[in-house]
């Protein structure tokens, strides 16, 4: 039945084709290290999820991002889980994003014909550096907001165009409900598009280019 | 990389690839377990780390130490090495530089070798790029403290984070010259509420003082609020707190308290944050505290601001001091002489001095360069300061504040003017916050709001002034400008406007509810009801005159027959406030109009006499008794002290108010001396109500 099934939908969408270049292509010996780029993609997949879970419950005002925030961490069944997990997530995510950064200088993997591949992971590890940085906003709490005073005052330092940014970060001269409305909107819209995007991009041509050889001594 | 290396890589990746596993299930599974593992220990974390959540944010705490998340620590380190000017480069230039290097990587690094020992210069700039991070990142954990404790106790910090800082951040920078305490209380721009709902009076003082000093919140906490609450002391007298301050532990109240003396404990500089804290900056509120009682709502005063200034900090001459000679011996004359010129070394002058002098003197023993002049001052009396030196008790930043506040307040712009001219000149007919309501002088009609956002967008201030000043004679609205025969001046008409103008960014409290027609028409109005909502605005509500002619004067009655009277309400007086009636009142109502009027000299002809207690002391009890009362002089707090005291005695003659120093300072008829209150004149119908009790017996009942 299952098989009659998945032969009736091969015929009409070739799932198979798609299965077989993506699961059945050969990939050359590889170590652990290799293991760091997946690792990354379901951090990022479990900080979607949990992040998705939190906005029911979270208000991005002044006045009741705390509360709300709160609310979850005692209120909401698991909601100490979902937001333990967002929480510790962020830091997985730096610490694993940057050993796979550190595995692919080391086996060269960026040079010939990955470049393209590296130039997509540098723009995602800047993605990943913007939500950690507009999300720490997020939870309202003292931490948070001296933080995020200092962060943007500092966005705030280049001459020129340094009042500038410091305007656009914080939505006026000081931290505001505009600016925790901006930074929400940029950690649960701006960003995560972004990310899709430049995942797309790069897993497409991790699949497409094919996973790089653990370089021999020789290489 | 040339051609041939990019054809050999290829080849030896595909050869590579032949000899590798299938990515399912192989890599799948190594993938599965490291993903497995790292799930374990997000969920181990959350459960027994947790995601910490600390105290609210409070923008007002600037004694947080913040502390980026531990991957910004690298940056927060960095940043300390380069400081003043150089910040940018920490800033800008060398994170750019880094992201720079590191996006273009594949096109710096050309080499064809892939073997990280094959590459050493990478390698090499990568380890060590690696090891600065952690470095830095390490030394920045060693190098903060961990957060401060939030202090606890600063209540009107606490108010500050409860109230104002979720929109306005940890500070706000005020213009001088505003009044804090009304922004506070009434909101003013776009989505600032009016908190005087919420706030008591107090609170908002001490908030208003907090975001004007908020080093004073601070002190106050440190030295104050063991014993005293915030609200106390702001409401308290800021001559008092300067003496407290000042006196330390010889302050009296503060005899038994176990407390620092204070100019030891704090800085002059200290002391006067802690005083522009408890007594805010607020020019509005100094001028009511401190100047009111004797200067009423605002002072004429033309000069410049530094004289003002100079005026205040000197204080200034007043009240005459008596000549000493008529009442006391010459040895007691001596004796406080004595003391005045050293109080130290003639003891006994102090019983004298309390005796006679401290009531208008306070604690202040005024200094005299010699006996001989001591002497002669006190037998012969003479003008003396009776002003306190303000620029001894207040601190510069309120003496600004007090003299850009009673500038403004003598050009007739201080909004505060406004909202007063609007209750009673605008107010009788349009409602307190201009809601509108039923037309008083055209029966039937419904005075639209003019609180509106609509009426005032789509009225500029011209045409607001305009209006005010001409009036709309069709609507019923008579003139209000001095041009027009009203009785407002064009600033005080500008006041008004501005004050409308206050509704478009802060509307009323009072939501303008729809007005109702009267539920029975304007004809059956009574004469008596017509003058008091038509005619009384000018006429007066017995016809005694004020802006308008007396109509119960006897001249009047006899100069003009009934048809007279009712030709001139019909038609009008050109150029005046007298608009022509006819337009808005019936014949039958101008009938019953002109037989009111002939009715008004005979019920104003005999007063009901009025009542002391009732009507008389209440008037006395606010205009007179906050200077004339226990200073010495003529002392209007009681039927007794009225009659009896002063040195001008008796200033009530029963019977005879044109012979009575009390009516004649009322009238301005003296024959020396100012015209009482120094703040302007008593309104004519409490000066009638004086007159009358007096010409009625004077009577203590």
């Known amino acids: ?219 | 990389m040339n051609e041939q290396e990019k054809r050999t890589y290829l080849e030896k990746y595909q050869e590579a690839k032949k000899k590798g596993f299938p990515f399912f299930p192989d890599i799948v599974f190594k993938d599965a377990v490291v993903s497995l593992v790292v799930f374990i220990v997000l969920i181990a974390l959350a459960y027994f780390v947790g995601a910490p959540l600390e105290a609210r944010a409070n923008p007002a705490d600037t004694t947080y130490t913040p502390r980026p998340e531990w991957y910004f620590l690298f940056l927060f380190q960095l940043l300390k090495y380069f400081p003043g000017k150089l910040e940018v480069i920490g800033v800008i230039v060398l994170p750019t530089l880094a992201i720079l290097l590191l996006f273009f990587l594949p096109l710096l690094d050309q080499n064809p070798r892939r073997h990280f020992l094959k590459r050493p210069v990478i390698t090499t700039a990568a380890t060590l790029a690696v090891a600065g991070i952690a470095f830095l990142t390490v030394q920045a954990v060693r190098e903060t403290p961990p957060p401060a404790e939030v202090t606890s106790g600063d209540q009107t910090a606490a108010l500050y984070a409860a109230n104002c800082a979720p929109c306005h951040g940890a500070s706000i920078t005020v213009p001088p010259g505003t009044n804090l305490h009304q922004v506070i209380a009434q909101g003013k721009h776009e989505g600032m509420p009016a908190w005087g709902a919420d706030l008591s009076t107090d609170q908002i003082d001490a908030l208003a003082g907090f975001i004007l000093s908020p080093g004073g919140s601070q002190l106050f906490t440190q030295y104050c609020a063991e014993c005293h609450q915030v609200p106390e002391l702001v409401a308290s007298n800021p001559l008092e707190l300067k003496r407290a301050l000042d006196e330390g532990l010889t302050y009296p109240p503060h005899a038994n308290a176990k407390i620092s003396d204070w100019s030891a404990v704090m800085s002059a500089e200290e002391r006067s944050r802690l005083l522009n804290f408890l007594a805010a900056a607020d020019g509005e509120r100094l001028f009511a505290t401190n100047c009111s009682p004797c200067h009423g709502s605002s002072v004429a005063f033309s000069g410049s601001e530094a004289e003002l200034r100079a005026l205040i900090s000197k204080g200034g001459l007043h009240l005459e001091m008596p000549p000493w000679q008529t009442k006391l011996s010459q040895t007691e004359i001596e004796t406080l002489a004595n003391y005045v010129v050293d109080p130290k070394a003639e003891p006994s002058g102090k019983n004298l001095f309390d005796q006679y002098c401290k009531t208008c003197h306070g604690e202040r023993v005024p200094t005299a360069n010699n006996l001989e002049q001591a002497r002669q001052i006190i037998a012969s009396g003479r003008p003396h300061q009776t002003m306190p030196i303000w620029g001894d008790i207040l601190t510069s930043e309120q003496l600004d504040a007090l003299v850009q506040y009673t500038l403004q307040a003598a050009q007739g712009t201080s909004l505060a003017t406004g909202p007063q001219l609007f209750g009673t000149n605008c107010a009788p007919c349009h409602d307190e916050f201009g809601e509108g309501g039923p037309n008083p002088s055209l029966p039937g009609d419904i005075i639209p709001p003019i609180s509106s956002s609509e009426f005032l967008k789509t009225h500029d201030d011209t045409t607001l002034q305009a209006i005010i000043a001409q009036g709309q004679p069709d609507l019923g609205m008579t003139p209000f400008g001095t041009a027009y025969g009203g009785p407002l001046e064009d600033t005080d008409i500008e006041a008004i406007v501005a004050y409308m103008r206050s509704w478009e960014v802060n509307p009323p409290a009072a939501l303008p509810p729809q007005a109702q027609p009267p539920a029975s028409g304007g004809t059956t109005l009574s004469g008596a009801e017509i003058y008091a909502q038509v005619c009384a605005q000018c006429h007066g509500l017995h016809g005694e005159g004020g802006s308008g002619p007396a109509l119960n004067a006897p001249q009047f009655q006899a100069a003009n027959t009934d048809q007279d009277i009712a030709n001139t309400i019909s038609a009008g007086r050109p150029s005046t406030a007298m608009i022509a009636w006819g337009g808005f009142l019936t014949s039958t109502q101008i009938e019953q109009l002109v037989s009111f009027i002939r009715t008004l000299p005979s019920s104003s002809a005999s007063p009901a006499v009025p009542s002391f207690a009732v009507d008389v002391m209440p008037i006395l009890q606010v205009k007179c008794v906050l200077c004339h009362g226990s200073l010495g002089g003529w002392n209007a707090a009681s039927y007794t002290s009225i009659m009896t005291s002063g040195n001008h005695v008796p200033v009530v003659i029963p019977g005879d108010a044109a012979n009575s120093l009390l009516a004649q300072k009322l009238l301005g008829t003296q024959a020396s001396g100012e015209i009482m209150p120094p703040s302007g004149k008593l309104s004519d119908s409490e000066i009638q109500i004086i007159v009358n009790w007096i010409n009625t017996g004077a009577l203590e009942k």
Request: charged share 15%.
């Open chain 1, 1 to 219: 039945m299952v098989a009659k099934f998945a032969n009736w939908l091969d015929e009409r969408v070739s799932w198979r084709q798609v299965w077989d270049a993506i699961f059945l292509r050969k990939v050359p010996k590889v170590n652990w290290f290799y293991t760091l780029g997946s690792a990354t993609l379901f951090v990022a997949v479990n900080q979607a999820v949990t992040g998705i879970l939190l906005t029911l419950y979270y208000v991005p005002t002044p006045d009741h991002a705390y509360d709300s925030v709160q609310y979850i961490t005692t209120q909401v069944p698991a909601g100490w889980l979902i937001r333990g997990l967002h929480h510790w997530g962020v830091s997985a995510m730096v610490v694993l994003v940057v050993l796979h950064m550190l595995r692919v200088i080391f086996y060269g993997a960026y040079k010939y014909p990955r470049e393209v591949t590296w130039f997509s992971g540098i723009i995602l590890l800047l993605v990943v550096i913007g939500f950690g940085f507009t999300g720490y906003l997020l939870p309202w709490d003292q931490k948070a907001y001296w933080a995020t005073t200092v962060g943007t005052r500092i966005a705030g330092t280049p001459p020129l165009i340094g009042d500038y940014l410091l305007r656009i970060l914080r939505g006026g001269e000081d931290l505001s409900a505009v600016t925790l409305a901006r930074f929400f909107g940029t950690h649960v819209w701006v960003l995560p598009a972004t990310l899709m995007l430049l995942l797309g991009i790069h897993l497409y041509l991790v699949i497409r280019i094919g996973i790089s050889a653990v370089p021999k001594k020789e290489d």
